[in-house]
């Protein structure tokens, strides 16, 4: 059975920090990986989406990697800005499923 | 692109009524939509996966005969929350995927508040 892990749970760093978000998978079967945003009481904003084939993806300040074998993705936020405080989430899709596995998440606090 | 729109985004309603909540792609043709539960300061649990034209699939635990899907077009997905109790407050997010392509991503609605009385 898959399950999805996020370390650490909660971060809180100063404005302008590099910070990096951590997110395991027991099965390295996965279709894909996705990191999503969300903000308190509302919807998921999709960040990134990693194929099983890739090794990373970026978008602005945001780069996400991902190493199959190993079971492990990450995402790195560059010059955090106060904007960047908001819960950060990965899911899987397994190979054999349609459905998406998420971690339970990280919630960021960028302090200005 | 890729929209996802959810009506309403908030509801109060009293303990024994019915309640319908709409899930919409926008801008794309969603032939699978997902509802999911997320209670205060956990992940999402996915409930059912909706298929347009099919009967939805409810994951272990879920009641179907309380949690109504409908998905009868390739961007209206319904769900109906039936009976309605305290315990069934909760916010309810559905996402949807893009049918015929072969990223499979999901894009999410921004979410309904349910509250019962």
């Known amino acids: 059975k898959q399950e999805v892990t996020q370390i650490p749970a909660a971060l809180s760093v100063p404005e302008g920090e590099n910070l990096v978000l951590n997110c395991s998978f027991t099965?390295?079967?996965?279709?894909?990986l996705q990191w999503f945003r969300q903000d308190p009481g509302k919807g998921l904003t999709s960040l990134l989406l990693?194929?099983?084939?890739?090794r990373e993806q970026t978008s602005g300040r945001l780069n996400a990697s991902l190493d199959k074998s190993s079971g492990r993705s990450t995402l790195y936020i560059a010059a955090s800005q106060p904007g960047d405080s908001a819960t950060y989430l990965c899911?899987?899709?397994?190979?054999?499923?349609?459905?998406?596995?998420f971690g339970s998440g990280t919630r960021l606090l960028v302090r200005p | 692109g890729a929209v996802v729109s959810q009506h309403p985004s908030w509801v109060i309603c009293k303990s024994g009524t019915s309640v319908k909540i709409e899930c919409r792609s926008l801008?794309?043709?969603?032939?699978?939509m997902f509802w999911y539960r997320q209670f205060p300061k956990q992940s999402l649990m996915l409930m059912a996966t909706?298929?347009?034209?099919?009967?939805?699939?409810?994951e272990q635990g879920v009641e179907k005969d309380k949690f109504l899907i409908n998905h009868a077009s390739l961007t209206l997905s319904t769900l109906t929350v039936t009976s309605a109790h305290p315990e069934d407050s909760s916010f309810y997010i559905c996402?949807?995927?893009?049918?015929?392509?072969?990223?499979?991503?999901?894009?999410f609605g921004p979410g309904t508040r349910l509250t019962v009385t």
């Open positions: 996402s949807a995927e893009v049918t015929g392509t072969s990223s499979y991503e999901q894009y």
């Open positions: 099965d390295s079967a996965i279709y894909n």
């Open positions: 990693i194929q099983s084939s890739q």
């Open positions: 899911a899987v899709r397994p190979d054999s499923s349609y459905k998406l596995i």
């Open positions: 801008d794309f043709q969603a032939t699978t």
């Open positions: 909706s298929n347009e034209g099919s009967k939805a699939t409810y």
